[in-house]
């Protein structure tokens, strides 16, 4: 069986921007806990951002705070650090945290800080992605099982 990275968030681990975690309960994670098989992250933390952090959204390909800080930096070392993660664990599978600007899936927020979603990803799903690791969010859980039977 694979190793799967999964966003520390959806573990319960309090690492999202609000100092929270938002912890997935599904009987398949807690399985492949017991088997070992999953590699926690958290891509913001692991680029250098603070536990809690201003909220942040991608807007003309930088990442940028509420406040007006360009934290692309940050996001972009999280991200190459999630690739070098996989490869190093030779990981083909993630399961990321949706809408956030480093594990978004399908969607993002539009970088208005308006709380409005649109289709696209964020840093780190897709540069996984492009590396050829298959991401899932949360709301796809069963396709990930599927996709690892």
Known sequence: MHKILISSCLLGTPVRYDGTGQQLLHPQIMAWQQQK???SFCPEV???LPTPRDPAEIS???VITNTGDDVTTEFKLGARKALQLC???NIRFALLKESSPSCGR???????HSGRKITGMGLTASLLEKNGIKVFSEQQMPA???ALA
Do not use: C, E
């Open 46 to 48: 692991a680029g250098g």
């Open 60 to 62: 003309n390909d930088k």
């Open 106 to 112: 399908n969607t993002i927020y539009d970088g208005s």
């Open 144 to 146: 990930l099982v599927q």
């Open 37 to 39: 098989l999953i590699v």
């Open 87 to 89: 490869q190093q664990h």
